[in-house]
T-cell receptor, first 113, second 119 residues
Framework: EAQVTQNPRYLITVTGKKLTVTCSQN?????MSWYRQDPGLGLRQIYY???????DKGDVPEGYKVSRKEKRNFPLILESPSPNQTSLYFC????????????FGPGTRLTVT | AQKITQTQPGMFVQEKEAVTLDCTYD???????LFWYKQPSSGEMIFLIY??????QNATEGRYSLNFQKARKSANLVISASQLGDSAMYFC????????????????FGTGTRLQVFP
């Protein structure tokens, strides 16, 4: 089944404890990105990648890192999480140039205390 | 400036009735795409419908149709014959044709409309 998977789906952690949210897609999509969703703000892009080893900042990159060592994987790294990073996170992928016509992962609900 | 505006934080509709969710957008790019997503209480983002800026006809997908009025920069979602399972948050989103650093597939989202369908 063609899909984007994220793990974990739910995570409660403490301030400053490094964490990684994994994202994997099996559709051979070049473009992958991370969004965060906050009440009243919709979804905002954190980072994106247009291909292996090609990543760049989105609209709200502060406090996050990403890597793209393989085409299928695009992990989101929070080196030192803070409570303002409590949010619902989505990974998305699409074939490059299709203008976003791809798929979203199921979401990761992160709480930082 | 907000590029996607959804002015209805919440909407109620009775089962079997039609409902329109409003979305206006702002762009100077002649090439863009408009999306609607549904987010049920379980949290996942479900793609509903897409309209390209050059598409001549309004997009339709089953009970969903997109009322695309280019001159007014509006892209309203119409759900016909509402069902209880339509109760969810609905997001309008836009992809612009020209974005910084070739971020070709970035979506800009509105703040959403929560739809509640009652029996």
């Amino acid at each position: 089944e063609a899909q984007v998977t994220q793990n974990p789906r739910y995570l409660i952690t403490v301030t400053g404890k490094k964490l990684t949210v994994t994202c994997s897609q099996n559709m051979n999509h070049e473009y992958m990105s991370w969004y965060r969703q906050d009440p009243g703000l919709g979804l905002r892009q954190i980072y994106y990648s247009m291909n292996v080893e090609v990543t760049d900042k989105g609209d709200v990159p502060e406090g996050y890192k990403v890597s793209r060592k393989e085409k299928r994987n695009f992990p989101l790294i929070l080196e030192s999480p803070s409570p303002n990073q409590t949010s619902l996170y989505f990974c998305a992928s699409s074939p490059l140039g299709t203008g976003g016509l791809g798929a979203f992962g199921p979401g990761t609900r992160l709480t930082v205390t | 400036a907000q590029k996607i505006t959804q002015t209805q934080p919440g909407m109620f509709v009775q089962e079997k009735e039609a409902v329109t969710l409003d979305c206006t957008y702002d762009t100077s790019d002649p090439s863009y795409g408009l999306f609607w997503y549904k987010q049920p209480s379980s949290g996942e983002m479900i793609f509903l419908i897409y309209q390209g800026s050059y598409d001549q006809q309004n997009a339709t997908e089953g009970r969903y149709s997109l009322n695309f009025q280019k001159a007014r920069k509006s892209a309203n979602l119409v759900i016909s014959a509402s069902q209880l399972g339509d109760s969810a948050m609905y997001f309008c989103a836009m992809r612009e044709g020209r974005v910084p650093r070739g971020n070709t597939d970035k979506l800009i989202f509105g703040t959403g409309t929560r739809l509640q369908v009652f029996p």
